[in-house]
């Protein structure tokens, strides 16, 4: 699976044999496909596409088709992995708040002041 459907647009390869990086408007278009995939994943409330890859694929079947096609393989499995990644940090960090809130009002009712 490549950057793109058309064998034409296919990632070009260098001269040492390795491939050359996507460019701008390849760029552009995956995160265009991971964008749209991301938001119908958001409606549906689904958070990880990889465990619950069966009921992606019926909700968001012409979604995940157009952004595996802008993406590379590589890059589908990082964005789906980063965003449970993000989502579990923001609920740390959200959880670590609450506490830090908690531990203040306990601070303030045993009659400590800040200077």
Known sequence: MGWFSSS???PKTASDGGRIAPDRSSRARCYEGRDL???CLDRHDI??????DK???RKCGKEIAEFDTACSAAWVKYFKEKRVMEFNRDKTIE???KED???VQDLKAQGWTAR
């Open 8 to 10: 034409s647009d296919a």
């Open 37 to 39: 995939f991301f938001a």
């Open 47 to 52: 958070l990880d596409a990889i465990k619950e």
């Open 55 to 57: 009921e992606v694929r």
């Open 95 to 97: 959880r670590i708040k």
């Open 101 to 103: 809130a908690a531990k």
